[in-house]
């Protein structure tokens, strides 16, 4: 599904939960059911779609987000959806490059020896010609190299 359809879908949804608040829904409900099933959706899958996604389909994306925020279903104290993606992102990851038995660990180049110790290194691997910044895991590999 396209991400403009999922956009749409999902202001449909907050329509729906505008709604259910003015037939009583309380809310601190409707701020859980937006992250269970308005912010997920938005969030399923994103280390393969996030590289793909052109700077109008972040805007969106944020733009969806300050929709929420205006109806009090997300606070302006939560983070971004760059914030979320980059989390998430870094969690990913480090679960992937920790855990040998991990789908998408047998992806990672080989393991480097540095011999040198200027400043801690964000992972240990060998840093090949970067190829396409699109792909999750070389997006991964040379994020913070500077």
Known sequence: MPLGDVISKCAQSLYALKLLRNHGLCDDSLRHVYK???LSKLLYAFPAWW??????DKQRLEASLRRSVRSGLYSVDDPSFSQLVGDMDDNLFAKIQHSPHHVLYKLLPEKTDRTYNLRPPSHFFS????????NYINRMLFKNIY
Not at 127 to 134: E, G
Request: net charge positive; aromatic share 6%; glycine share 6%.
């Open 36 to 38: 269970v099933v308005i």
């Open 51 to 56: 590289g793909f996604t052109s700077a109008a």
């Open 127 to 134: 840093l090949t010609v970067k190829t396409d910044s699109r």
